[in-house]
């Protein structure tokens, strides 16, 4: 159902962005037969297509399934159970599932969203608008709260009450932009280095993801479809991806990924450059009166621990529950207690993707001295068994309640 004139003007639940975290709400609402619509500024094609991460976490997959939104993920994911570190030349295999018994997935976000986008809309009934402008949130230090918006195809304003708005649309959505000044304290970190994402055209040149540790910068290998291969090279923040060449690319590539006895890199044409500023955020509280933040409305985790569609996986699944439970049955603990248990996993993500990025960048510094700190922990890591279990826990993420 996407039609403006087919849904009441109250709804219990209004959700404003259809990205993973959104569109997750969306679907625990409509399975517990909870009324919600969801707005999203974008079109529904372009939500299914634009790239993101596909790193997904054994728990978050696990939570999917019981909840009938993984059928897609669970015939077609790629199940990883190890990585490689090269480094000085050399190849250091880390078999996570044989420490931990648990895996990695990858499964690419467009595909996540275009699942839950199908089940909510096509398979549910689910009322979602997309392409809409102009979103705004009001009174939402009240009990009814409403959201405005401008229909794509009239150009008419349009207003929906509810009880509650999840907003899940980004940092630079309507819902960051309605907490009041002084209300939420925005902590944020910037790591000083860039990344140059690219979409090779190639098949993976490995079975298991591979970090490039070199004094040249990081690089990074992980397959995303038996055709494409993403890959990631340091840079300088804010550089252009017109400065790196084809063949500048994969001369990088090749030196920072280099190990004893691997075979060479299948290469490809560079489907996408973009560079990406290493930087993290995370607003506190993640409430305001009716208004819940989910995702990266809320925090963002650089992509260096591949943690963020984690996140909102988890922001979602705490969120939805609780709403379906004040709902249904009047219990408010879920919602009262939520941006206490968001913030606790988002902190623990945060902290291990700053450890981690001193592995990753610490001998590009130029510095003597953190070169040094970084080959002591990569060695650790290979030479103590609690240094491994306790990397495994973290790389591979242990949400609480799931």
Known sequence: MTSDSSSPRHVPVVVVGAGPAGLTVGNILRAASVDCV???????????RRPRAGVIEEWAVRALQRRGLADN??????????????????????????????????YPQPLLVADLAHE??????????????DVELHDLDTARPSVTYTCPDTGERRSLTCDFVVGADGPRGASRAAL??????????????????????????????????????????MARSPGVTRYYLQCPPGDDPENWSHDRVWSELHQRLEGADAPPLTEGPLIEKRVL??????????????LFLAGDSAHLVAPIAAKGMNLALHDAFLLGDALV???????????????????RQVWDYQE?????????????AGDPFRAGTTFARLRRLFTSPAAAAAFAEQYLGAAERY
């Open 73 to 106: 993920l669970s015939e077609r994911a790629q199940r990883h159970s190890s990585c490689e570190f090269r480094f000085g030349g050399e190849r250091y295999r880390f078999p996570y599932t044989d420490l931990t018994g648990r895996h990695h997935w990858v």
């Open 325 to 343: 439970a004040y709902l249904d049955g009047d219990d408010g603990t879920g919602l009262d207690g939520y941006s206490e248990a968001c913030l």
């Open 277 to 290: 500023d290493m930087h993290d955020y995370v607003v506190e509280p993640m409430t305001y009166g009716r």
């Open 120 to 133: 909510y809309v096509d398979v549910r009934g689910g009322d979602a608008r997309f392409s809409v402008r």
């Open 180 to 221: 009041p000044a002084g209300h939420a304290r925005i902590a944020r970190h910037d790591y000083k280095i860039g990344w140059l994402a690219l979409l090779a055209e190639a098949p993976a040149s490995s079975d298991c993801v591979l970090f490039g540790v070199h004094p040249n910068g990081f690089a990074g290998h």
């Open 38 to 48: 969801v707005l999203e500024a974008e079109s529904r094609e372009f939500i299914e």
């Open 352 to 364: 291990f993707s700053q450890w981690l990025s001193e592995v990753y960048h610490g001998t590009a």
